[in-house]
């Protein structure tokens, strides 16, 4: 029997195929016992590695013309729409005004990211330990709300912080207040408004951390002494440590080129960085200054994707539930 | 002493727990509150948004049923929204297979670059892909848009597809593959099968994405094929109309039984697999 022997080669090898696929067999071969060539005489030397790796292509030639594409239109633009130079950072530098935007954007992503945590984590602990319909409940709701327009969603807190809106109401009817709060446009409705939108992003990378903690490690703390809040402090905090730092890489990143919100409930005292960029290209038609925007935006922004991914590595993947 | 601590300890924190677990609840409450603002406002009787309701009525549905600029702006979503949801599903789904199971080398890169359009400000992408429109003359136009959307939702594809490919070691294709399947047969027969609930996931969820996508709908369409959140949009900045809150409405019924669907083929692969095992 010639196909007795060796269950790794395939029999029906011809030499035109080992000048086909030895090269790379050679190469790759050795680690991987994935790499079993077909018996089959009809499909000679097919291998599943060698047949996926064509579907490579399409995709990524797709995201190279219509995503890298774009990004690198938009960094080249920055430097020579109107003039060529550095003309646009010069003037987001020193005019002050696109500066402050800037400083803004940064200062209420900040907040926003921490309020999320602060909200976040008391209801990730719960839905961490929630079991049965309860946590069915809880995460159909934090999931609906994740998955509702955003622009609706804006449009529903626009009605609700109004001034004959629902707070409004609720503040006078109460006497809290004597007369209605103008809260549009303002920092506040911008605040709760993102807030109530980055919640869930927060939420799911630290409820899927919470969950892959060992509570034999709490049981030990307890056994050793410890009472419930400081085996609390000492031992689960830390471990949600790559929960937070994922959760809150996400919403920061997310909140900086926040718009919708922003632009129905911030008005022109509040810009972020997305509403003026937008300004700029839609209305003002500076395609330049667009792009130098644009561009100090995707820096920070890759800069925060390239340590998210780090502590995503760690926390156990939170981005599955991204949007 | 040991006693008494005994007694009061457990009581002390048991009363925290039930706090924190109120607390939840009213977090979760302030996170589904504003969707259900809108709902009671769609059928107001009044022209202005006042909360609660003074009278009740369903004329603005009736407005937005008649409105030929609702009616087209839904069309336009729809006829944007399936192809989206379709191109991102087939190459999503090319790349999550060539990445998970082609032993590419520089896995995690390419893998990096197929969820980053996820995390990339969707304002960046718009001004970028402005003039490549401009340039493909697409701008305006259904395709241009449907390209922009499926940039956003072939990630959420490339996602689900990896989970579920990740539940399976890929030993079942190489024993199609020793009983002599070719490499399109054992994919239709074995690995395709596997994958489905995924992929259709990812592909509600791309669906889904760009139903709701505002910032390259707003650079990208035109008059003839503006989006229901375009429309929103502008007719928000203009006037507040109940209008805005029964189509507000009607989007976010679409939205929940999207969400059922995905929680159903959810439960339903996780199902198979329990079968399988057990």
Redesign the interface.
């Known amino acids: 029997m010639t196909n007795g022997c060796c269950p790794d080669r395939a029999p029906s090898l011809t030499r035109g195929d080992l000048s086909r696929h030895g090269l790379r067999t050679r190469r790759?071969a050795a680690p991987?016992s994935?790499?079993?060539l077909?018996?089959?005489e009809?499909?000679p030397g097919?291998?599943?590695?060698n047949?996926?790796?064509?579907?490579?292509w399409?995709?990524?030639a797709?995201?190279g013309?219509?995503?890298?594409?774009?990004?690198i239109?938009?960094t080249i633009?920055s430097f020579f729409d109107p003039a060529p130079g550095f003309g646009n950072y010069a003037e987001v530098l020193f005019s002050g005004i696109y500066l402050q935007v800037i400083w803004n954007t940064l200062g209420t992503a900040l907040i926003v990211t921490f309020l999320c945590l602060l909200?976040a984590y008391?209801?990730a602990?719960?839905?961490a330990k929630a079991k049965g319909s309860m946590l069915a409940v809880?995460t159909?709701?934090?999931?609906?709300?994740l998955?509702?327009?955003?622009?609706?969603?804006s449009?529903?807190?626009?009605?609700?912080f109004?001034r004959?809106?629902?707070l409004n109401?609720l503040l006078t009817s109460t006497g809290l207040t004597d007369g209605a709060i103008n809260f549009l446009p303002g920092a506040i409705a911008v605040n709760v408004g993102m807030v109530?939108i980055m919640?869930?992003f927060m939420v799911l990378p630290i409820l899927s951390n919470m969950r892959s903690i060992d509570t034999s490690l709490l049981t030990a703390a307890s056994v050793m002494g410890a009472?419930?809040w400081l085996s609390f402090y000492k031992v689960f905090l830390p471990l949600s440590f790559p929960g937070i730092s994922a959760g809150s890489a996400l919403v920061f990143?997310?909140s900086?080129?926040?718009?919708?919100t922003p632009a129905?409930l911030g008005g022109p005292r509040h810009l972020m960085v997305?509403v003026l960029?937008?300004q700029q290209?839609?209305r003002m038609l500076n395609?330049g200054m667009?792009?130098a925007l644009?561009t100090v935006?995707?820096l920070i922004?890759v800069v925060l994707?390239l340590l998210?991914?780090r502590v995503v590595r760690y926390a156990g993947g939170g981005?599955?539930y991204?949007? | 002493m040991d006693a008494d601590t005994a007694t009061w300890?457990p009581i002390r924190?048991r009363a925290s727990n039930k706090l924190?677990?109120l607390?939840?609840w009213l977090?979760?409450l302030?996170?589904?509150t504003?969707?259900f603002?809108?709902v009671p406002?769609s059928f107001s009787s009044e022209a202005?948004?006042?909360?609660p309701p003074a009278g009740w009525s369903t004329k603005w549905y009736g407005s937005f049923a008649n409105s030929p600029d609702w009616g087209r702006a839904a069309i336009n979503s729809l006829a944007i929204g399936l192809p989206t949801a379709l191109l991102s599903m087939i190459?999503?789904t090319?790349?999550s297979?060539?990445?998970s199971?082609?032993?590419?080398t520089r896995q995690s890169l390419?893998a990096?670059?197929?969820?980053?359009?996820?995390?990339?400000?969707?304002?960046?992408?718009a001004?970028?892909?402005?003039?490549?429109m401009l340039w493909f003359k697409l701008l305006t136009s259904y395709a241009g848009v449907i390209?922009?959307h499926?940039?956003v939702g072939?990630p959420?594809v490339f996602?689900t597809v990896n989970?579920a490919l990740s539940r399976h070691s890929?030993s079942l294709?190489?024993a199609a593959?020793?009983l002599?399947?070719?490499?399109w047969q054992?994919?239709w027969k074995v690995t395709f099968p596997l994958i489905r609930p995924g992929i259709l996931i990812g592909g509600i969820l791309a669906f889904?994405?760009s139903?709701?996508e505002?910032?390259l709908a707003?650079?990208l369409t035109g008059v003839g094929t503006q989006t229901l959140?375009r429309l929103?949009?502008l007719q928000?900045n203009d006037y507040?109309t109940p209008t805005?809150?029964a189509a507000?409405s009607l989007?976010?019924l679409v939205?929940?039984g999207?969400?059922v669907a995905v929680?159903i083929l959810q439960t339903r692969s996780g199902a198979e697999k329990a079968n399988a095992h057990g």
């Open positions: 790759r991987q994935k790499y079993i077909s018996t089959n009809l499909h097919w291998s599943i590695e047949f996926y790796r064509k579907f490579l399409l995709p990524t797709f995201i013309v219509f995503f890298v594409g774009p990004i239109a938009v633009r909200i008391p209801l602990y719960v839905m809880m159909s709701i934090v999931v609906v709300s998955w509702t327009s955003v622009v609706i969603r449009y529903a807190w626009m009605v609700i109004q004959r809106g629902v109401n109530h919640l869930p009472n419930p990143m997310m900086l080129g926040f718009f919708v129905l997305a960029i937008e290209a839609n395609w667009a792009s644009a935006l995707l922004t994707y998210y991914l981005a599955q991204g949007r | 300890l924190y924190l677990v607390l939840a977090i979760l302030f996170l589904i504003p969707q603002v809108i406002l202005y948004l006042s909360f190459l999503g090319m790349a297979l060539a990445v199971r082609g032993g590419i390419v990096a670059l197929m969820v980053a359009p996820m995390m990339l400000p969707h304002i960046i992408l001004i970028g892909l402005y003039p490549i390209i922009a499926t940039v072939i959420l996602i989970s890929g294709e190489l593959m020793t002599g399947a070719g490499p054992s994919f889904a994405s139903f709701d505002l910032m707003l650079f959140p929103i949009w928000m507040l805005i809150a507000a989007i976010f939205t929940l999207l969400l929680s």
